[in-house]
């Protein structure tokens, strides 16, 4: 499992120094979100400011 981001991310990029895992990166359209890195933990979720990221 991992969470993942929708088509919502205005590419800001908050979310990317709240991962400890470095599993968020910058995608062509939008942030995406490494499945093998990404722990589940949650820590992303809180930062979105439009609610872009959801457990898979
Ligand atoms: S859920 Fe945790 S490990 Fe996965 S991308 Fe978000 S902050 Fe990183
Ligand atoms: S915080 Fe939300 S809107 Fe900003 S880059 Fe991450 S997923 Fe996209």
Redesign the pocket.
Known sequence: M??KISDECISCGT?VD???????SEGEDKYI??KD?????????EVCPVDA?S?E
């Open positions: 991992a969470h979310c709240t991962c400890n895992f470095e599993a968020i979100i490494d890195k990404c722990t589940d933990c949650g820590a992303c979720v990221i457990p």
